[in-house]
């Protein structure tokens, strides 16, 4: 069973579709027994730092979605990125959950690149994957998947052990995304 977290925000129903088209058998939950209880766990991401941080602690769910990502596939996208790591300048500086080292930053303004960010680019020059966000994680020594936009290289993709993560959104992906999510369904 796959525990797609529920903390009062985020894409829970395209999550829940993209890995019924899978085969993968999930439920949305904020029952911190039945994520512990998990054999996988997706925390999906739409919403912002301060917000999800606070829900995740006024549900019980912090050190849950801590021990989670330590012990088990894991996989974290958009904000379920974004939150993984030591801080967030989103919300005049939020700290996260700190797994990962590094930081996560707003987009500077440049003339002809919107904030957000939404639409298609290439990770490491090659597939494409739909992106919505405004604030990106820094280049750190787990990331495997690299884009570029406002004129910042950062970090689309990262894996650390059986902890994956993406600044992209699989699940509106098309094909492309359902693979790498059929692939994190395999390691």
């Given at each position: 069973?796959?525990?797609?977290?529920?903390?009062?925000?985020?894409n829970?129903?395209?999550?829940?579709?993209?890995?019924?088209?899978?085969?993968?058998?999930?439920?949305?939950?904020?029952?911190?027994?039945?994520?512990?209880?998990a054999?996988?766990?997706?925390?999906?991401?739409?919403?912002?730092?301060r917000?999800?941080?606070?829900?995740?602690?006024?549900?019980?769910?912090?050190?849950?979605?801590?021990?989670?990502?330590?012990?088990?596939?894991?996989?974290?996208?958009?904000?379920?990125?974004?939150?993984?790591?030591?801080?967030?300048?989103?919300?005049?500086?939020?700290d996260?959950?700190?797994?990962?080292?590094?930081?996560?930053?707003r987009?500077?303004?440049?003339?002809?690149?919107?904030?957000?960010?939404i639409?298609?680019n290439?990770?490491?020059?090659?597939?494409?994957?739909?992106?919505?966000?405004?604030?990106?994680?820094?280049?750190?020594?787990?990331?495997?998947?690299?884009?570029?936009?406002?004129?910042?290289?950062?970090?689309?993709m990262?894996?650390?052990?059986?902890?994956?993560?993406?600044?992209?959104?699989?699940?509106?992906?098309?094909?492309?995304?359902?693979?790498?999510?059929?692939?994190?369904?395999?390691?």
């Amino acid at each position: 069973m796959i525990s797609i977290i529920d903390y009062k925000a985020g894409n829970l129903t395209s999550v829940k579709l993209a890995l019924d088209a899978l085969g993968a058998e999930s439920e949305v939950t904020s029952d911190p027994a039945a994520i512990l209880a998990a054999d996988r766990v997706v925390f999906p991401g739409v919403g912002a730092a301060r917000s999800a941080m606070a829900n995740l602690r006024a549900l019980g769910l912090e050190d849950t979605v801590r021990r989670c990502a330590a012990e088990k596939p894991f996989l974290g996208i958009c904000l379920g990125m974004q939150i993984i790591f030591d801080r967030s300048e989103e919300d005049g500086g939020t700290d996260t959950l700190g797994l990962i080292p590094g930081q996560v930053r707003r987009f500077p303004s440049v003339p002809g690149c919107k904030v957000p960010q939404i639409g298609w680019n290439q990770v490491n020059g090659e597939r494409e994957y739909y992106f919505v966000h405004s604030y990106y994680a820094e280049i750190c020594p787990f990331t495997t998947g690299v884009t570029e936009y406002a004129g910042v290289r950062f970090t689309a993709m990262i894996k650390k052990d059986r902890l994956w993560a993406c600044q992209f959104h699989p699940e509106k992906s098309g094909r492309t995304g359902l693979e790498l999510m059929r692939e994190w369904l395999r390691a």
